[in-house]
C-alpha cells in the first residue's frame, strides 16, 4: 500500500548478503498527481525508511527499489532517485531510472509548503491557525489507526505537520530532513532549534489527549507562534 510508512513492504536477503527493499505503489498515474506534494513526501519518507533498514539489519549492503504499478510523473521520479531507491517495474526486478542519491531537504521543503497550502485552500479559509484549529478537531473527532487505515492516517499527520510548520516561516522555519522514524523530516529555525511536529500530530490523529496540540509543539524546544493572515 503506498501510503504504509511505518513498515517495509518487502525484503529479499541476498545469498552474498545485503538485501533488496522494495516499496510498492500500486497507484496509477493520475492518483499520483492527485497530490503531488503529499506523494513526495511519502515517497522520500518510505525510501529513508527502507534505506535505514539496510544499514541496521544488512550492513548497508543492498538497495531500495520503488516498484510502481503504473508510470512514475517527473516530480515523484526525482523524489524517489534522489532519496535514494531506483525504480522498478511492479515485477521489482525491470529498471527503469537508476538511484541518484542527492539531497532533498529543499524537495521536503517545498513539498510541506504545497501540501500546507492545498489543505487550507481546501478548508476554505486564509490563516493557517485556523485550518490547523480546524484540522486539529477534525482528527481529534475521528481517530486513525496507522496499520488499518495507513492511506488516512499518513497524509492527516502530514498534513497537520505541514499547517504547523508554516506558522514559522516568519521566522526562518524550513523543514529538513532527519535520521527519525517513520517519519525523517523535522522544522529547523533560524537560531538552529529542532521542532518535530509531526510527533505531536501523529498524537493527535491518533485521538490524543487535549493538551497535546500543534498550537504548541511539545516535542521540541520551539513554540509555535501566532501567524498572520497570508
Do not use: C
Not at 535505514?52 to 510502481?68: I, Q, S, T
Not at 531507491?85 to 524537495?107: N, Q, T, Y
Amino acid at each position: 500500500m503506498w501510503a504504509r510508512v511505518h513498515k517495509l513492504d518487502k525484503v529479499k536477503a541476498q545469498p552474498g548478503g545485503g538485501a533488496i527493499i522494495l516499496i510498492e505503489d500500486e497507484r496509477s498515474t493520475p492518483n499520483m498527481n492527485r497530490n503531488p506534494a503529499l506523494s513526495t513526501l511519502i515517497a522520500i519518507a518510505r525510501v529513508i525508511a527502507g534505506r535505514r533498514a539496510l544499514e541496521a539489519k544488512f550492513d548497508g549492503k543492498g538497495e531500495v527499489r520503488y516498484a510502481a504499478a503504473a508510470t512514475l510523473p517527473s516530480f515523484l521520479s526525482e523524489a524517489v532517485a534522489r532519496a535514494g531507491a531506483s525504480i522498478v517495474a511492479s515485477d521489482g526486478e525491470r529498471m527503469i531510472v537508476p538511484a541518484a542519491l542527492s539531497g532533498v531537504a529543499a524537495l521536503i521543503d517545498v513539498a510541506f509548503a504545497d501540501l500546507a497550502h492545498y489543505v487550507r485552500t481546501a478548508l476554505g479559509v486564509t490563516e493557517f491557525s485556523v485550518a490547523l484549529e480546524r484540522s486539529e478537531a477534525k482528527r481529534r473527532a475521528s481517530p486513525l489507526d496507522k496499520d488499518k487505515q495507513p492511506e488516512q492516517y499518513w497524509p492527516a499527520v502530514l498534513e497537520l505537520a505541514a499547517l504547523a510548520g508554516e506558522r514559522t516561516r516568519r521566522h526562518g522555519g524550513r523543514w529538513i530532513d532527519t535520521r527519525d522514524l517513520p517519519l525523517p523530516f523535522a522544522l529547523k529555525l533560524a537560531d538552529g532549534a529542532i521542532a518535530h511536529p509531526t510527533v505531536v500530530a501523529q498524537k493527535i490523529v491518533e485521538g490524543g489527549a487535549v493538551e497535546e496540540t500543534l498550537a504548541a509543539d511539545k516535542s521540541g524546544p520551539v513554540e509555535l507562534p501566532p501567524d498572520k493572515p497570508s
